[in-house]
């Protein structure tokens, strides 16, 4: 049984190839899926990365692998994997899919006003 914000068994072996490739040579890798769980616990609940609980392993290593899976497109190629499994199992329709609008609040300058109370260029 997955704890709160832990990938289960089943959607651990959905993306393991994609996060934990084999490693040939060097020093052994921390457990990925440990810091893909500590990555989301930081994601979901909004805390520091330096009160990320000992149980998913020291915070700078979390937030190095969270660095570098962003950089290199791990994200992007588990996301895209994930949706044509959805596809695939007929529980998402592209069709379906938008962004409402009226929902997100702009600011002022958003709109290409000033901000409040600022000097107006000469």
Not at 9 to 38: A, C, E, F, Y
Not at 51 to 73: A, H, I, M, N, S
Request: aromatic fraction near 10%; glycine fraction near 10%.
């Amino acid at each position: 049984m997955a704890g709160r914000y832990e990938l289960s068994d089943d959607r651990w072996h959905m993306i393991k190839d994609i996060v934990s490739p084999p490693q040939v040579m060097g020093r052994p890798r921390r457990d990925d899926r440990q810091m893909l769980n500590g990555i989301f616990w930081i994601l979901c609940s909004g805390a520091k990365w330096r009160d990320l609980p000992e149980r998913y392993g020291p915070w700078k290593t979390v937030y190095q692998r969270f660095r570098q899976w962003r950089d290199d497109g791990t994200f992007d190629r588990i996301l895209t994997r994930l949706h044509l499994r959805l596809r695939q199992d007929g529980l998402m329709d592209l069709d379906t899919w938008m962004a409402d609008s009226t929902s997100i609040r702009a600011t002022r300058s958003a709109g290409g006003a000033g901000k409040k109370g600022a000097r107006k260029n000469r």
